[in-house]
């Protein structure tokens, strides 16, 4: 399987919509910056379109918008269909297996969150408090 990866900046704000079977599904457009560039001319832009789906098309719907940098790892997709006129097109596409917001802003508040669900998942404690467990308190 081919695998892509893309570090750039949104296009435009995630495009949610939903299937009739109710699975989420978002597109968007990503510009990636090259890293050189001609002699005498700007850097170049590479855009792609990037397709999310199911809670990562919510997740990512919800915490990105125009101008978000991210960074994603998906398979490349090439799609072919006839126009109205008949004429063959074609359009590449990366479906998104994995993402990360690198907003850094966005990141403390990803990172707070994941401690708040760290402590949702801690057996050691309840409701975001310690738990004290003596000795007394143990089965064996």
Same mark, same amino acid.
């Given at each position: 399987?081919? =695998?892509?990866?893309? #570090?750039?900046? !949104?296009?435009? +704000?995630?495009?949610?919509?939903? /299937?009739?079977?109710? %699975? ?9 910056? *090259? ?9 170049? @832009? +590479?855009?792609?379109?990037? %397709? ?9 719907? =919800? ?21 109205? $006129?008949?004429?063959? *097109?074609? /359009?590449?596409?990366? =479906?998104?297996?994995?993402?990360? !917001? #690198? $907003?850094?802003?966005? $990141?403390?508040?990803?990172? @707070? ?8 998942? $801690? ?14 308190? !143990?089965?064996?």
């Amino acid at each position: 399987m081919a =695998n892509i990866t893309i #570090l750039g900046n !949104l296009g435009q +704000d995630p495009e949610l919509r939903y /299937t009739q079977s109710g %699975t989420a599904i978002v597109s968007v457009n990503i510009a990636s910056r *090259r890293n050189f560039k001609q002699q005498g001319e700007d850097y170049k @832009t +590479d855009w792609f379109r990037l %397709t999310f789906f199911g809670k990562s098309a919510e997740n990512f719907a =919800n915490f990105t918008h125009k101008g978000s940098q991210v960074y994603v790892e998906g398979e490349p997709q090439n799609d072919e269909w006839k126009d109205k $006129d008949g004429n063959n *097109r074609t /359009t590449f596409q990366v =479906n998104v297996q994995q993402w990360r !917001l #690198l $907003d850094k802003k966005n $990141d403390q508040l990803t990172a @707070t969150e994941q401690i708040q669900n760290n402590h949702k998942q $801690d057996p050691i404690t309840q409701n975001s408090t310690q738990i004290n467990i003596d000795d007394n308190s !143990l089965p064996f």
